[in-house]
């Protein structure tokens, strides 16, 4: 009578297993960070790019010279989280000079404003 149970218990294992690891590959698990790869055509990307830029202007420049322009983001990364949290490198504009920098950006779907900039900061790499 054992061995039966024992037979259940060990398909059911390799069933929630092959599920898991099916999972896991195609969706982000919570904690892990991920790439995005069509980071210069996802527009949600872009416009989070473009929403760093205009709260970085809001909050630390105020209309004063030196206000960036938004380019474009070049690089991007997620993490799940309690919603989803990105790393970006934001391209804009300084003066007439191309900068890069460093932006974490957190969206909560269900909160008002959605969007809150967590960082931004001149980039210290290239890419």
Known sequence: MAAPHSSSFLTISILLFVIFLSYSSVNALPGGITEIKDVKTNK????LGKFSVDEYN???KKG????LTFQEVVKGQKQVVAGMQYF????????????LFDAVVVVKAWETPADRLISFDPSSTEN
């Open 58 to 60: 809001l909050k630390f």
């Open 44 to 47: 949600e990307v872009q416009d």
């Open 64 to 67: 004063e010279e030196g206000s």
């Open 88 to 99: 970006l490198k934001v391209s804009a504009m300084e003066n007439g000079t191309p900068k």
